[in-house]
């Protein structure tokens, strides 16, 4: 069994920046890749983004360009830098692991 733990979600006004972090109760990152997912009020849970155990990265179209997927082999960490927060970034936001993993989210809230 894998836990993941959130931190860092918070208030922050349009264009400022936050950064999520997930540790992992165990090394996973050479076996599944880690992804951020997030689900706003009344919508479906999305895939924001992905880092594979190769370190391969991939983005939602919506967030390329202004979040940043990255890993912490040491510290069993995985991060979500977000730049350029825009109203629509507000969601809750999860880590996974493997598609099978999930933290308990993390809310973020972007608004003036």
């Known amino acids: 069994q894998v836990q993941l733990v959130e931190s860092g979600g918070g208030l922050v006004q349009p264009g400022g920046s936050l950064r999520l972090s997930c540790a992992a109760s165990?090394?996973?990152?050479?076996?599944?890749?880690m992804g951020w997912y997030r689900q706003a009020p009344g919508k479906q849970r999305e895939l924001v983004a992905i880092?594979?155990?190769?370190?391969?990265?991939n983005y939602a179209d919506s967030v390329k360009g202004r979040f940043t997927i990255s890993r912490d082999n040491a510290k069993n960490t995985v991060y979500l830098q977000m730049n350029s927060l825009k109203p629509e970034d507000t969601a809750v936001y999860y880590c996974?692991?493997?598609?099978?993993?999930w933290g308990q989210g993390t809310q973020v809230t972007v608004s003036s």
């Open positions: 165990r090394s996973i990152f050479s076996i599944y890749a």
């Open positions: 880092i594979t155990s190769g370190g391969s990265t």
């Open positions: 996974n692991g493997g598609t099978i993993y």
